[in-house]
């Protein structure tokens, strides 16, 4: 049983940035699939970014704003966020295989 803590939400300006954390109370070295997912109000769940046997892949919206890495010595995933826009207002919850965070608010405002 692995349980996932997401933090490092919160409010940022637009072209701001945040760095989120997703701290497993175990060890994530066996997993080899891991995610960032985001809600926002009205719309479903959908993948950001994900960390895959060592490759990585993007929505189509954050390439080149976000950065999803990982640090298996310190059990962490992270999303790095930048040139953050409104749009990216939502719930960001971690996910690996079919364990999940219970999500960090991030919102984008002026």
């Known amino acids: 049983q692995v349980q996932l803590v997401e933090s490092g939400g919160g409010l940022v300006q637009p072209g701001g940035s945040l760095r989120l954390s997703c701290a497993a109370s175990g060890s994530i070295s066996s997993l080899n699939a891991m995610g960032w997912y985001r809600q926002a109000p009205g719309k479903q769940r959908e993948l950001v970014a994900a960390?895959?046997?060592?490759?990585?892949n993007y929505k189509d919206s954050v390439k080149g704003r976000f950065t999803i890495s990982r640090d298996n010595a310190k059990n962490t995933v992270y999303l790095q966020m930048n040139s953050l826009k409104s749009e990216d207002t939502a719930v960001y919850y971690c996910?690996?295989?079919?364990?999940w965070g219970q999500g960090t608010q991030v919102t984008v405002s002026s």
């Open positions: 960390i895959v046997n060592g490759r990585t």
């Open positions: 996910s690996a295989h079919s364990y």
